[in-house]
């Protein structure tokens, strides 16, 4: 399950570089077929982004069935987190590049094999969790550094401040290092 989630969040997370492609293009919904050909242009482009908008929505929903973790020692149940540094603006670069990238293809293959590259290396890289959509659903993004040293990726809609007096007793694994909060 987790394999898939995370095929998922990579998906959902570099999806918006073909909507910013679709929009560049103006590929209406009517090209496809002369039902939708007396829809304005920005109704094609709200369904373009709606798409990855539900995408993301359902994968909040499914997070749901992902393992149950902890942030916690086992003994005391104190937290071990040391540091919390959000990290909400520290991917702004990347998804301007990705934009950057859409509007500067000029082919749409050219596009397809470029979103494959950065589909794989951004699965690969561990950074696929942070998908700009879940900040339209109230979700943050925080690097919780332990006291050992090991610094966690947490995705939730808390807003967090102090580390010592936050708690994570009931958090969604989604890697070793990545996790998601859901609803306490």
């Known amino acids: 399950?987790?394999?898939?989630?995370?095929?998922?969040?990579?998906?959902?997370?570099?999806?918006?570089?073909?909507?910013?492609?679709?929009?560049?293009?103006?590929?209406?919904l009517g090209n496809l077929h002369p039902f939708f050909s007396i829809l304005p242009d920005f109704i094609s482009y709200t369904v373009y982004f709606v798409i990855p908008l539900f995408l993301t929505l359902f994968s909040l929903y499914i997070a749901k069935y992902l393992d149950n973790d902890s942030i916690e020692v086992d003994n005391n149940k104190q937290p071990v987190i040391r540091e919390v540094e959000q990290a909400n603006n520290a991917f702004l670069p990347s998804y301007l590049g990705y934009f950057f990238v859409a509007l500067s293809v000029p082919y749409f293959d050219t596009l397809?094999?470029?979103?494959?590259?950065?589909?794989?290396?951004?699965?690969?890289s561990q950074t696929l969790y942070f998908n700009p959509l879940y900040l339209?659903?109230?979700?943050?993004?925080?690097?919780?550094?332990?006291?050992?040293?090991?610094?966690?990726?947490?995705?939730?809609?808390?807003?967090?401040?102090d580390p010592r007096s936050i708690s994570f007793p009931k958090l969604k694994r989604i890697n070793d290092f990545t996790f998601i909060e859901k609803e306490v």
């Open 1 to 28: 399950m987790n394999f898939l989630f995370r095929l998922f969040l990579t998906f959902n997370a570099t999806s918006l570089i073909i909507v910013v492609y679709l929009v560049k293009e103006r590929f209406v």
């Open 112 to 124: 397809l094999f470029i979103f494959i590259i950065l589909f794989v290396f951004t699965f690969l």
């Open 136 to 161: 339209v659903f109230g979700y943050h993004f925080y690097y919780l550094t332990t006291d050992t040293n090991i610094k966690i990726f947490l995705i939730t809609r808390r807003t967090l401040k």
